[in-house]
């Protein structure tokens, strides 16, 4: 499948730094509406998304936008893809086992606990999950399905070239995680974080922005997540 005119005409400002280990992101004065429609992002999309830990070219394209004003950071991702595979479920159900979608990782203090995954499928099902720890030091994968980041919002479109999915995360949420460094960023704040999207079709591929060199907890790997700076 071929990307709409209208998406194509958003890729023209993509920005393919994907080995920078460096993601901008973008403030905007912008009301930026959460209903998948990306025709009035203005940020810049970065990719493509490749294999997560070879740094091979993906068999589908993705691309992703970060944006934030003072109250919000916005994500959008745009995804090719011939055969969506999910469902609409419940919230918080485990797509991630079962479904083509697309996930950020935030670690703002990189110290690989406390930091949030959410996750988000063609059907605007969403889940959002707070990992207290996954190394093998301090007791390895004690996971909260039970957290929820209020007032998160996520809305997925599906098209005749794939999905696009634009999540929406409220600051005031983050600050209540304790001992995460959520604290409200200004400009020049730099957190960790990835992006990811994980693709069920014709051959099962896991994705990133940002590609690691080992394997040894799949996406979960905050010591080689990249910096996501917060600029003008």
Known sequence: M????????????????????????????????????LTDWKTPFLGPFVIHNTGENATQKTFVSLSWNNKNLYIAYNCTDSKIVGTLQAKD????????????????DGDSQNYIEIGVNAFSTNYDLLLKCISEECGG???????????????????????????KIPFSSLRKIKN?????????????????RIDY????????????????FGFHQPQEFAVFEFVK
């Open 201 to 216: 079709g014709n051959t099962t591929e896991y994705l990133a922005l940002q590609s690691y060199k080992s394997s040894k």
């Open 93 to 108: 159900s485990q797509i991630f086992q079962t479904d083509d979608l697309a996930e950020i990782f935030l670690d703002p």
């Open 180 to 196: 995460g460094g959520f604290s409200k960023p200004k400009v020049g704040t730099k957190w960790k974080g990835n992006t990811f």
């Open 141 to 167: 994968w004690n996971t909260s399905m039970d957290f929820d980041i209020k007032d998160l919002e996520t809305v997925s479109k599906i098209n005749k070239d794939g999905y696009t999915v634009e999540i």
């Open 2 to 37: 071929r990307f709409s005119t209208i998406l194509s005409s958003l890729l023209v400002i993509i920005t393919t730094t994907v080995n920078s280990q460096n993601t901008l992101i973008h403030k905007t004065n912008k009301k930026i509406k959460i209903d998948g429609d």
